[in-house]
């Protein structure tokens, strides 16, 4: 598999995740994606 094919499915993953958190717990749960530990306390100490 390519690379750039990898980021495809990736990116498709990611997508369907978003969707399944918002259908199953609607606004109780948020879904992101970071890519540090800081950001992800940024993120939780709003």
Do not use: P, Q, W
């Not at 978003?18 to 800081?38: M, P, W």
């Amino acid at each position: 598999m390519k690379s750039a094919d990898l980021r495809g499915v990736e990116e498709s993953k990611i997508d369907c995740a978003r969707k399944h958190f918002e259908s199953i717990s609607g606004d109780a749960l948020k879904f992101d994606i970071v890519s540090s530990y800081a950001e992800l306390n940024e993120l939780l100490t709003k």
